[in-house]
């Protein structure tokens, strides 16, 4: 399977990626991870308004091979989150950069992200493994 590493996003290596929009951050998991987790059968999510804390698990994503935490990589408040992948987490592998986002956040500090890994970066983490 080919996977896709976008550009335009930042990574984090446990797999979450970050789109920046204005103080507007759009959160999901990276193609990479979902086919190493398989079949998602559950996700859980925060609710709107909660706040988020860089490096803190935000919630779970679950397969049929695994529970995995995932982490905020980057601080602020809960805006939106995509009820449509908590009802159907089986759908998050479809489109995983763009329908099957997670959360959007507004951002507390956007120099927070200087950290993150880039499209090329990520690539070689992922494949060196």
Do not use: C
Request: negative net charge.
């Amino acid at each position: 399977m080919s996977l896709e590493y976008p550009e335009d996003l930042k990574y984090q290596d446990s797999h979450e990626y970050v789109r920046l929009d204005g103080e507007i951050a759009t959160i999901g998991i990276s193609a990479y991870a979902i086919d190493q987790l398989g079949d998602v059968v559950f996700l859980e999510l925060p609710d709107i308004g909660d706040a988020l804390e860089r490096g803190k698990s935000f919630g779970t994503v679950e397969s049929v091979k695994a529970v995995e935490d995932m982490y905020a990589p980057v601080s602020g408040t809960v805006v939106e989150r995509n009820d449509s992948m908590v009802d159907s987490p089986e759908l998050l592998g479809e489109d995983p950069y763009g329908e099957s986002w997670l959360l959007k956040l507004r951002i507390n500090d956007a120099d927070e992200l200087e950290e993150a890994l880039s499209a090329a970066e990520y690539q070689a983490l992922v494949e060196g493994e």
